[in-house]
């Protein structure tokens, strides 16, 4: 089987290429480098002997992506391509609605032309309403808060309609929770352009000494310790949640929505505890107030991945830790 993955070269993308070349699948990625690096190629090639074929390519580029499916004959797609800051995206909506929106749209009519009819999709727990009491289940209450999470909530809805239009056409739907680490090699990891929005990459930053100390937001939430509470995901975990999807999508019709999680909640002060156990005391933190928008506590049911895809986490918060450890340790 042939897959391409959009927005290959990023975080999860990184990791997902490596478990499907591992497993025997052929990829091409595509990419447009806004938030990732063309040195994960050559990356990619170290840790699995392979030289993907690599397209630099934007969404919104629709001549070049037509060009690239004319000659692709790919069996399916793994769409990871897409804007992801939340605090950016409510200081820029319409670049988050064009890019992630319309650059769907375009892959899509792409998707149609050349007769590709599987797509995963890299949907995100922030379609999820805050309102809902964890453990999140997929028919949880469905309220984005942000541009970013409408961005992946309007997309869920339009592959939901384009599959009801096209009935040989199937989706896999796969809303992520909070995805840390790396890839044990150290070569790959979360390495955001300026200064991380995320806990994880804040942290090893901290770790290294290249950020002064983490601001925890807020310690008056109603869980056990007063700080955010959330369901992490090792990467590699992540990327192993998508190999089972792509096993699973002739099995069935239309389209399916799972949640990637662990099912279980931590929170900052038990992430940041558990990263100074593992990595050595190195992270100073000072609460601060609350950030907006951010919930008390999120956490996936995981039942439903694991009963139609046979899904399950099996790496734990302090190989998360040092994992992303060992990658920083690496990124120069
Ligand atoms: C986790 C916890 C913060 C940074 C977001 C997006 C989601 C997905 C993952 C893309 C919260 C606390 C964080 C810091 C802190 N992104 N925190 N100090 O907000 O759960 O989810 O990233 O798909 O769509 O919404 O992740 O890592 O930003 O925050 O105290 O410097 O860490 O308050 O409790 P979040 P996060």
Known sequence: MKVLLTGGL??????????????????????NLYNSSEDVVEKLKQITGKQVKFHKI???????????????KYDAVIHFAGLKAVG?????????????????????????????????????????????VAPFTEDA??????????????????????????KNFKAVILRYFNPIGAHESGLIGENPNGIPNNLMP?????????????????????????????????????ARGHLAALNKINSFEGYKIYNLGTGHGYSVLDVVNTFNKVCGNK??????????GDAACVFASPEKALNELGFKTTKELEEMCLSSYNFEKNNK
Request: hydrophobic share 35%; proline share 3%.
């Open 10 to 31: 990023g975080y999860i993308g990184s990791h997902t290429a490596v478990e499907l070349i591992e497993n025997g699948f052929e990829i091409d990625v595509m990419d």
């Open 58 to 72: 934007d969404l919104l580029d629709m001549d070049s992506m037509d060009k690239m499916f004319s000659e692709g």
């Open 88 to 132: 950016e995206s409510t200081q820029k909506p319409l670049m988050y609605y064009e890019n992630n929106i319309t650059g769907t749209i375009n892959l899509l009519k792409c998707m149609e032309k050349y007769n590709v009819n599987n797509i995963i999709f890299s949907s995100s727990a922030c379609v999820y309403s805050d309102k809902n």
């Open 141 to 166: 209450i469905l309220n984005p808060i942000n541009p970013y999470g409408r961005t992946k909530y309007f997309i869920e809805e339009i592959i939901k309609d384009y599959c009801f239009a096209n």
């Open 202 to 238: 804040y942290i090893t930053r901290v770790a290294f000494g290249k950020l002064k100390e983490l601001s925890v937001f807020g310690n008056d939430y109603d869980t056990p310790d007063g700080t955010g509470v959330r369901d992490y995901i090792h990467v590699v975990d992540l």
């Open 283 to 292: 992270v100073k933190y000072k609460i601060v107030d609350r950030r907006p």
